[in-house]
């Protein structure tokens, strides 16, 4: 394993201005397919998701064109449930719903996008869709920072110990 | 059947200002449950969405949670496809994806909820949000109020003639 601190980035999270979207962009030392495969693998998903200290379990997970899926993350006492259908999985794109059943008819469209940056680096953009500003800006006050970051530095260290196969010509691990 | 001008009635088809949304509200001398039926049985909704003139085939048909659709609608040499997936489907309220085949990267997010008036009469509110203004108004201005309001009169037909069963208390037909 190299110099981990060049994965250690934050991703950027910005509220577009015009539309109510929430914008991720993150890069990671890792191929489009492994990122796609980090996205749709079941075992590997559960492994990165989320906040240190919660344990994701994937109730239901169909991650192919008109699929759906469900998970629970808990900690303690506590478990929360979120859930969703994707509209399309391909290798560059995935389009999905999600809720958190919390707030069961708060639904936003989600795009993942995966940019190849060359040498075995790879952008992600991550687009979340909402019908309101107060619905955007109420999940972006929620703390999601704080588990959108500390789920990706888990997908960093599962990419650096070489736990996600991929055609990853330039990569490191 | 009654005097059929009581339901000849048009759609209102509204940009919403503030977001990417457009709004859809029409009233229906059918309950919510046959609004609802008119909206998930695969037989009836090929029956009446779109406009005059096209054949819509349904491909794939599962109108629950996490199911998924697609349809194709044809006119002679042309055809259409549309597909997408059911987010929530119950009663009152049916989340779920759009997107016509011929922009495939182009979604909507589409919340359809049915009020009941009372007296066997429902608001249908249908509201189709999309991820950027420019998106919204080129869908707005494609001529989609003439497949609205077409779809709808046949809607209207349907129930006339007491095809679609439901527990319709107070309606006419």
């Known amino acids: 394993m190299n ?31 492994q990122l796609f495969r980090a996205h749709t693998d079941p075992e590997l998903f559960a492994r990165w998701v989320g906040p240190d200290g919660m344990t994701t379990t994937l109730d239901r997970w169909d991650a192919r064109t008109g699929g759906s899926w469900r998970y629970v993350a808990a900690r303690d006492d506590l478990e929360f ?12 794109r995935i389009v999905q719903t999600f809720t958190w059943e919390g707030e069961p008819d708060a639904v936003a469209l989600e795009t993942l996008t995966f940019e190849d940056l060359g040498d075995g ?15 955007r800006d109420a999940f972006l006050h929620s703390g999601m920072e704080v588990g959108v970051d500390q789920g990706y530095a888990k997908l960093d260290t599962l ?15």
Do not use: K, M, N, W
């Not at 109510?20 to 489009?32: E, G, M, N, Q, V």
């Open 3 to 33: 110099d981990t601190t060049t994965t250690a980035a934050t991703a950027a999270i910005e509220a577009d201005p015009r539309v109510p979207i929430i914008h991720i962009t993150r890069d990671f030392a890792a191929t489009p397919a």
């Open 121 to 135: 680096r790879t952008r992600l953009h991550a687009q979340s869709l909402c019908d309101s500003f107060e619905g």
């Open 159 to 173: 990419l650096a110990a070489g736990q996600i196969a991929g055609t990853a010509a330039g990569a490191e691990a």
């Open 81 to 92: 449930g979120f859930h969703g259908c994707f509209h399309e999985v391909r290798p560059d």
